[in-house]
T-cell receptor
Framework: NAGVMQNPRHLVRRRGQEARLRCSPMKGHSHVYWYRQLPEEGLKFMVYLQKENIIDESGMPKERFSAEFPKEGPSILRIQQVVRGDSAAYFC?????????????FGPGTRLTVL | GNSVTQMEGPVTLSEEAFLTINCTYTATGYPSLFWYVQYPGEGLQLLLKATKADDKGSNKGFEATYRKETTSFHLEKGSVQVSDSAVYFCALRRLAEGYSTLTFGKGTMLLVSP
């Protein structure tokens, strides 16, 4: 059973460009979480999605950031008009069901660098 | 709100030394507590967890006890190895309307030398 997959592993963008980060959850998992790790910081929750639904986006900036988890295909975190402050590692996690008791399994992360 | 505070690193030890990484938390209710480990260039891996007061989580020689009275979940290992060098994150799970999200500490880097 493959783990959580994220791609690309490294992404370089210039200010003003768009960044698209992909996350394929573990097989059988229908819940996806995105976290951001800024330099010298712990991971901060951004958004929680189930298939075709955003359940909690309380940690996601209101401007320029969006997330989706379509019925088919990976979850996408999209950052429009990137700025230098968006440079960070973005981690995706998945769980099989209602995560009140389930463990979240993390992917290897996408390291975004904004020039 | 919920928060997790870890001791700052790096923690530098010689092989076979005893390890303690302190973690305290602030939370409403009774959160579950976790330690995750991040090896260089990799994602986070669950190391151990405890879901209620006085529970002890253990794995790979690491252990931590959920202390409600001191709101702590300190990570310990009796004899560290070079391969334990990594960043360790303490986290709590917050329940909200039937689902949960994780709140992490800032992480503590452990460096073990031969």
């Amino acid at each position: 059973n493959a783990g959580v997959m994220q791609n690309p592993r490294h992404l370089v963008r210039r200010r003003g460009q768009e960044a698209r980060l992909r996350c394929s959850p573990m097989k059988g998992h229908s819940h996806v979480y995105w976290y951001r790790q800024l330099p010298e910081e712990g991971l901060k929750f951004m958004v929680y999605l189930q298939k075709e639904n955003i359940i909690d986006e309380s940690g996601m900036p209101k401007e320029r950031f969006s997330a989706e988890f379509p019925k088919e295909g990976p979850s996408i975190l999209r950052i429009q008009q990137v700025v230098r402050g968006d440079s960070a590692a973005y981690f995706c996690a998945s769980s099989p069901r209602d995560s009140s008791t389930d463990t979240q399994y993390f992917g290897p992360g996408t390291r975004l660098t904004v020039l | 709100g919920n928060s997790v505070t870890q001791m700052e690193g790096p923690v530098t030890l010689s092989e076979e030394a005893f390890l303690t990484i302190n973690c305290t938390y602030t939370a409403t209710g009774y959160p579950s507590l976790f330690w995750y480990v991040q090896y260089p260039g990799e994602g986070l891996q669950l190391l151990l967890k405890a879901t209620k007061a006085d529970d002890k989580g253990s794995n790979k020689g690491f252990e931590a006890t959920y202390r409600k009275e001191t709101t702590s979940f300190h990570l310990e290992k009796g004899s560290v190895q070079v391969s334990d060098s990594a960043v360790y994150f303490c986290a709590l799970r917050r329940l909200a309307e039937g689902y949960s999200t994780l709140t992490f500490g800032k992480g503590t880097m452990l460096l073990v030398s031969p």
